[in-house]
């Protein structure tokens, strides 16, 4: 079957792509790769990859071409789904015959919902869909398609046996083609990353048991398997060749670290390659292998610290300490590596006093850039049970985003509500940034290029826009 593989038009600015990080609107207007749809799009080389979100394409602009296809497959989330149904339904009713079907942690999670939300939806393709859809594109006989859940002609819902999680990494097709055949790497940038860049895995699943992530609960897994390092340069010398533009390789692996030796190896090899690249970490890197990092390219670290509090680190499984997280900081910063810092408001055990420790630890280790996010209970995460079983989540507040696609305050405590929780992301970044030394640092930045300046000025005007429209949302 010719297959589109279609991220579907949603709220204006809405990254689907996100990945294991929470689908919605950012403050600043970003987009992450469609790394897993487009590695299932590898798997079938008659298909072709739309993602609506970045490239501004609407619905008419895929129904147009929805003729040229015999199935389109919609990776789909759970802010994303209503507007991926209407989709598909829009597309069954312009094109007869029409095959569509689901993938991602959405139709993981939830097979039988997603077939039955609408007679549009054929069939979903669970897990780690990659050989799922692949063999749904060849042909196979659908009741021999392990993973895949689908409807008969009587209406009736199957669900195939699971499919074996992939062992061998090096079975999967390079995506890099992908973006070059289907995408405009230019409409892809992410505030703390050079532009262009490139984003891609190097493995999947992650160790750790953090309860509120999203994939490796999901679809990926907690064991970390991994792309051989051969493997790996191999795709890291496709792409240098054939987008001699991009500034920066980003390795969207959970985390990257997990795994010190083989970090090095890359990254050596990647430094006979003169590659810039950044990745995901985990706050306890060792300092020896940072140093590897760092003299083989390394540019900047993406670190998931999520509180200062180490009693709500506990209560979500991060398994760290923020002593450790400290130490990692500081070798960092001596080694010239740059952080951007990522935290969450809301977890279990949030307090006000635990909201004014996050905000003091993140003055006090200081990282380039910071990105604060709302706890987010997704479907098929240990927090999401939890939330349900301790009243944190109610039915009537299990909305994730808004109707704009902004990211809401779906948890709430006996003494700390969802307004305090969503006022205290704004009063974060207003003490993080807005402090002299921080403002002093980001106006050097700024004058080192004009190129820089213009980019900071622009995503500054995008920030405080996205925080008026976070306060009218209250209001």
């Known amino acids: 079957m010719k297959t589109l593989f279609l991220q579907a038009p949603s709220f204006d600015g809405f990254d689907g792509g996100a990945g294991s990080r929470y689908q919605a609107r950012r403050e600043i207007r970003s987009f992450w790769y469609p790394t897993w749809l487009a590695q299932a799009a590898a798997m079938a080389p ?48 312009v094109k007869s015959g029409l095959i569509a079907g689901l993938i991602g942690a959405k139709a993981a999670v939830d097979p039988e919902g997603c077939l039955k939300a609408s007679p549009a939806i054929d069939f979903v393709a669970r897990e780690e869909f990659d050989l799922t859809v692949k063999e749904l594109t060849e042909g196979v006989d659908w009741r021999a398609i392990l993973g895949l859940s689908y409807r008969k002609a009587n209406g009736e819902i199957v669900h195939n046996e699971n499919r ?19 995408l405009d790497i230019s409409k892809y ?12 895995y190097t493995g999947r699943g992650c160790k750790s048991r953090c309860t509120f992530c999203l994939w490796p609960q999901t679809v990926g897994g907690h064991r970390y398997r991994t792309r051989s390092v051969g493997n790996v340069i191999e795709e890291i010398r496709w792409a240098k060749a054939n987008f001699p533009e991009a500034k920066e390789i980003f390795f969207d692996d959970d985390t990257f670290t997990d795994n010190p030796a083989r970090a090095e190896d890359i990254a050596r090899e990647l430094g006979k390659l003169n590659i810039v690249w950044s990745c995901n970490a985990k706050a306890n890197v060792p300092r020896k292998t940072l140093e590897v990092l760092k003299d083989n390219g390394l540019r900047l670290l993406l670190v998931g ?45 949030e307090t006000r006093e635990t909201i004014e420790e996050t ?8 990282p380039h850039t910071i990105q604060v996010s709302l706890a987010a209970p997704y479907p098929g995460t240990y927090l999401y049970d939890q939330a ?24 709430s405590y006996p003494n700390l509500s969802h307004t305090e929780i969503f006022n205290s992301v704004e009063e974060f970044y ?19 290029s004009p190129t820089v300046m213009k980019r900071r000025l622009r995503e500054g005007a995008e920030f405080f826009q996205f925080m008026r429209e976070r306060r009218r949302a209250t209001s």
């Open 46 to 93: 008659s298909g072709k990859l739309i993602d609506a979100p970045p490239h501004g394409l609407s619905l008419s602009h895929i129904i147009e071409q929805i003729h040229e296809f015999d199935a389109v497959i919609c990776h789909t989330s759970t802010p994303s789904f209503q507007a991926d149904v209407a989709t598909l339904e829009a597309l069954k009713e």
């Open 164 to 182: 074996p999680i992939l062992e061998d990494m090096d079975q999967l097709p390079f995506v890099t083609p992908i973006y070059k055949r289907d």
């Open 388 to 411: 349900r079983r301790e009243g944190w989540l109610k039915e009537s507040d299990a909305q994730l985003v808004d109707r704009n696609g902004v990211q809401l305050a779906p948890l």
């Open 305 to 349: 610290y999520e509180t200062g509090n180490q009693q709500i680190l506990y209560n979500i499984k991060k398994g760290m300490r923020i002593d450790v997280a400290k130490r990692f900081t500081k070798d960092c910063r001596e080694l010239g590596i740059t952080i951007h810092g990522t935290f969450i408001l809301g977890l279990p055990g």
């Open 189 to 200: 940038f992410i505030g703390y990353l050079k532009h262009p860049y490139l984003s891609f």
């Open 430 to 448: 207003r003490r993080f940034y807005l402090r002299l030394p921080k403002i002093a640092a980001i106006v050097a930045e700024m004058a080192t």
């Open 359 to 366: 905000i003091r630890f993140a003055q006090e280790i200081n």
